[in-house]
Nanobody
Framework: QVQLVESGGGLVQAGGSLRLSCAASGRAFSAYTMGWFRQAPGKEREFVAGITPSAGTFYAGSVKGRFTISRDNAKNTVYLQMNSLKPEDTSDYYC???????????????WGQGTQVTVSS
């Protein structure tokens, strides 16, 4: 069982930056692939970025070059550095943990409660 708690969301102007954190508790954090997803009102949850146990990273095309995912296994934490934010990045952001690489939400077994990001124009 893994519990995930996101933090770091907020309101930022377009072009600004935010760093999201996801603190994990439970067993074997370092063995999980970690992902960030987002979901805007009325839309489906979409993949943003993922990082494997060996720190391989993968990104959605819409954020590649602007967002960076990283992990600190000693702190049981995964981060999402978001730069050059756009109004269309406004969403609730969710952290997830799963056993394998994937961009589908059903790849992941454990989810946090989410943190809200609002980008003003």
């Amino acid at each position: 069982q893994v519990q995930l708690v996101e933090s770091g969301g907020g309101l930022v102007q377009a072009g600004g930056s935010l760093r999201l954190s996801c603190a994990a508790s439970g067993r074997a954090f370092s063995a999980y692939t970690m992902g960030w997803f987002r979901q805007a009102p009325g839309k489906e949850r979409e993949f943003v970025a993922g990082i494997t146990p060996s720190a391989g990273t993968f990104y959605a095309g819409s954020v590649k070059g602007r967002f960076t995912i990283s992990r600190d296994n000693a702190k049981n934490t995964v981060y999402l550095q978001m730069n050059s934010l756009k109004p269309e990045d406004t969403s609730d952001y969710y952290c997830a943990a799963g056993p394998a690489i994937g961009v589908r939400p059903d790849t992941y077994n454990y989810w946090g409660q989410g943190t809200q990001v609002t980008v003003s124009s």
